[in-house]
């Protein structure tokens, strides 16, 4: 099973190249038709977006489980790799999209209730302690 994250945003949100196995790295997909049903609840936005990391899927991004941050060590490189592309797409997004949200979660598991929420600027992504946590939302201040 993997983590996803699904960003919402008022404005238009570009796609972003689309995960390449023989360069893998951060990108922005399409939300499928079954997600897109499980996640417009959370995330009321205009646009839906698939968040994805050089794993493929969530599972690249720093996350919290169980109170501890998680991170693979020995993709560390292409971990912060990511969290840095995120905050560049982030700060690239329209200065109309100041609600711009993120929600992050097992796949399958977009129905279930979000457990935690937080505000935050963009650029606290790039600190080595930021994980994302299992069913929150997280509000961007863009």
Not at 27 to 53: F, I, Q, T
Not at 85 to 109: K, N, V
């Amino acid at each position: 099973m993997c983590m996803v994250y699904y960003l919402g945003t008022d404005s238009e949100a570009p796609l972003f190249p689309v995960w390449d196995k023989a360069a893998p790295a951060f990108y922005v997909a399409s939300v499928g038709d079954n997600e897109l049903e499980r996640v417009r609840n959370k995330l009321p936005h205009r646009n839906l977006r698939y968040l994805g990391s050089h794993n493929g899927c969530g599972c690249g991004f720093r996350s919290y489980r169980d109170g501890i941050l998680i991170s693979e060590k020995a993709d560390a490189t292409d971990t912060n790799g990511d969290h840095f592309a995120l905050t560049q797409y982030l700060r690239e997004l329209p200065s109309s999209s100041r609600q711009s949200q993120i929600f992050g979660c097992w796949s399958g598991d977009e129905g279930e209730p979000v457990e935690f929420e937080r505000t935050i600027a963009p650029e606290e992504i790039l600190n080595p302690n930021f994980g994302f946590k299992e069913r929150e939302i997280v509000t961007l201040e863009i």
